[in-house]
Nanobody
Framework: QVQLVESGGGLVQPGGSLRLSCAAS????????MGWYRQAPGKERELVAV???????NYADSVKGRFTISRDNAKNMVYLQMNSLKAEDTAVYYC???????????????WGKGTLVTVSS
């Protein structure tokens, strides 16, 4: 089975930095788009950043200039470098990937279970 596993969350002070990682594993033929979403208490899940296999990126306006998404195609991993963190960045961050499994002709969407980021003094 295909799995996405996030790591790197934790407690950080305002203005600090964290680096999130997500590893895709299993019977994977090709990973297309990868991205990060987040969900704060009482709010709906929202897009943070996405990156295509070719390296094109898109960011939410609230994180532009502070967050950087990157990927390693050989390792099927995606990263999110978060700098100048604010209290409003506190949320559970989820990894997402569109990929093709071995023996399957169509693209399927997968999600990780999430990692908690808390920004507080």
């Amino acid at each position: 089975q295909v799995q996405l596993v996030e790591s790197g969350g934790g407690l950080v002070q305002p203005g600090g930095s964290l680096r999130l990682s997500c590893a895709a594993s299993g019977s994977i033929l090709r990973v297309n788009n990868m991205g990060w979403y987040r969900q704060a208490p009482g709010k709906e899940r929202e897009l943070v950043a996405v990156v295509t296999r070719g390296g094109s990126t898109n960011y939410a306006d609230s994180v532009k200039g502070r967050f950087t998404i990157s990927r390693d195609n050989a390792k099927n991993m995606v990263y999110l470098q978060m700098n100048s963190l604010k209290a409003e960045d506190t949320a559970v961050y989820y990894c997402n990937a569109d990929l093709i499994q071995r023996g399957v002709l169509s693209v399927m969407d997968y999600w990780g279970k999430g990692t908690l980021v808390t920004v507080s003094s």
